[in-house]
Structures are given as structure tokens and as C-alpha cells.
């Protein structure tokens, strides 16, 4: 049984057996998860700083494993089996990057289907935006280095966006496309991302930048 028996009535319904004449204990201790394949978990957390209600600097890493070593990516990892996701952004916030003592805030799930090479992956965006004179970070796990990088955002008035990101330290400059799409879904609307062209910038972590961006700075605008 997945969770501690002790809490078992919490997931009681209001039948005692089911078609199979299986309680709800029995069902559990027959049940297999690994009947289906099953999507991997993962979270990329946004560090970012603001000023005047824009999003200034972002913190990133540069990944020192396949797939995408060598390019700059949000830091972020695999959620334990049984690990709240905001407490997996933290834990691997920390150990990529040495950042601790911030809490975060979830944004959005991204979960294409083709979104990683390794296997069927949905990543989980978390942000937290801070001082940047009350970070101290430092690279580790199989992060080969880490940087805040100054955000710029612009738009090419034909639906797309290039994001350019150059870092303190080094001076290195990344930059992306990305492609934005809006529909109306039972009149609400429904923005998306996607990258068209990439420099430096690993897999779909452009678009997840930029729309974090966007997002951040209007709950800023809301906060004001």
C-alpha cells in the first residue's frame, strides 16, 4: 500500500466494495502501477530579481550532463517518489546552485510530449524573486557552472519574442525565439510558447523563461 494504513479512510468512498467485490484495502494491495507507463516528474525554478515591476536578472546553470551539456537551462531535477513538488524545486535549487533559505512559487506545468529525449518528462515551473544581495550561490551536482544573467525581452510585433540573456560574470550571451500562441478556450484565453530558434539555451527552457517573465511581472503588476 502506497500510503500509511492509518490514513486509508480518508480515501473511503461510499461504497464498501467495487464491481469486483474488492474493498478498498484489497483493491490497493492488488493494485499495480506499473500497468501503464508512466510520465517522469521534474521542476525548473525561475530565481529571479525585479525591479520597478520587471523582471531583471535570472539565475541559471550550465549543464554539465547529456542531454544538453554544455547549454544554459533553469536549475531544476527529478521529483523523489514520495516528495512535494515545491519541496523538490528547493532541494534541487539548492544543490545545483547552493541557494537556500527562499521559498517559491508554482507557475505552470509544461509537459509536451517530446519536450526531452530521455523518456516522457512534465516539468513543473516554480519562481522566486528575491534580492540578489541575499544570494550567495555556488555550482554543484551535475551543474558545471552557475550565473545570474541579465533578462531582455522583445517583441517583434508578428507573434514572436527574442529573449537575450547575457551573464555578469563572463559576459556570455544566449538568445532564443519564441513563438507565441493565443486561443480562446470557453472564453478564456490560452497563451502558449515555443521555441523556434535557440542559441545556448537548452531544450524548451527559452519559452519557459519567457512566459514565466510574462507571468511574473503581471502578478507584480498586481501586487502594485
Given at each position: 500500500?502506497?500510503?500509511?494504513?492509518?490514513?486509508?479512510?480518508?480515501?473511503?468512498?461510499?461504497?464498501?466494495?467495487?464491481?469486483?467485490g474488492?474493498?478498498?484495502?484489497?483493491?490497493?494491495e492488488?493494485?499495480?502501477?506499473?500497468?501503464?507507463?508512466?510520465?517522469s516528474?521534474?521542476?525548473?525554478?525561475?530565481?529571479?530579481?525585479?525591479?520597478?515591476?520587471?523582471?531583471?536578472?535570472?539565475?541559471?546553470?550550465?549543464?554539465?550532463?547529456?542531454?544538453?551539456?554544455?547549454?544554459?537551462?533553469?536549475?531544476?531535477?527529478?521529483v523523489?517518489?514520495?516528495?512535494?513538488?515545491?519541496?523538490?524545486?528547493?532541494?534541487?535549487?539548492?544543490?545545483?546552485?547552493?541557494?537556500?533559505?527562499?521559498?517559491?512559487?508554482?507557475?505552470?506545468?509544461?509537459?509536451?510530449?517530446?519536450?526531452?529525449?530521455?523518456t516522457?518528462?512534465?516539468?513543473?515551473?516554480?519562481?522566486?524573486?528575491?534580492?540578489?544581495?541575499?544570494?550567495?550561490?555556488?555550482?554543484?551536482d551535475?551543474?558545471?557552472?552557475?550565473d545570474?544573467?541579465?533578462?531582455?525581452?522583445m517583441?517583434?510585433?508578428?507573434g514572436?519574442?527574442?529573449?537575450?540573456?547575457?551573464?555578469?560574470?563572463?559576459?556570455?550571451?544566449?538568445?532564443?525565439?519564441?513563438?507565441?500562441?493565443?486561443?480562446?478556450?470557453?472564453?478564456?484565453?490560452e497563451?502558449?510558447?515555443?521555441?523556434?530558434?535557440?542559441?545556448?539555451?537548452?531544450?524548451?527552457?527559452?519559452?519557459?523563461?519567457?512566459?514565466?517573465?510574462?507571468?511574473?511581472?503581471?502578478?507584480?503588476?498586481?501586487?502594485?
Amino acid at each position: 500500500m502506497y500510503i500509511p494504513s492509518d490514513r486509508i479512510d480518508e480515501f473511503r468512498g461510499i461504497y464498501d466494495k467495487n464491481s469486483a467485490g474488492e474493498t478498498l484495502e484489497v483493491f490497493l494491495e492488488n493494485y499495480d502501477p506499473k500497468t501503464w507507463d508512466n510520465p517522469s516528474a521534474t521542476v525548473d525554478t525561475i530565481v529571479a530579481t525585479s525591479e520597478g515591476g520587471k523582471i531583471k536578472k535570472i539565475m541559471l546553470i550550465k549543464r554539465g550532463n547529456h542531454p544538453s551539456i554544455g547549454l544554459w537551462a533553469l536549475p531544476g531535477g527529478f521529483v523523489e517518489y514520495k516528495e512535494n513538488l515545491k519541496d523538490a524545486a528547493l532541494r534541487e535549487l539548492s544543490e545545483e546552485t547552493g541557494i537556500e533559505g527562499i521559498d517559491a512559487v508554482q507557475l505552470k506545468t509544461y509537459g509536451d510530449w517530446d519536450r526531452d529525449p530521455r523518456t516522457r518528462i512534465i516539468t513543473t515551473a516554480f519562481a522566486s524573486i528575491v534580492d540578489e544581495k541575499d544570494i550567495v550561490f555556488a555550482a554543484g551536482d551535475d551543474a558545471a557552472q552557475a550565473d545570474w544573467f541579465d533578462a531582455d525581452i522583445m517583441d517583434n510585433g508578428d507573434g514572436t519574442y527574442d529573449l537575450t540573456l547575457v551573464s555578469d560574470q563572463d559576459k556570455i550571451r544566449l538568445g532564443c525565439r519564441v513563438k507565441e500562441e493565443r486561443k480562446l478556450i470557453c472564453g478564456i484565453e490560452e497563451r502558449s510558447y515555443k521555441v523556434i530558434k535557440r542559441d545556448g539555451i537548452a531544450a524548451d527552457h527559452g519559452a519557459i523563461i519567457v512566459e514565466s517573465i510574462f507571468l511574473l511581472e503581471e502578478k507584480l503588476k498586481g501586487v502594485g
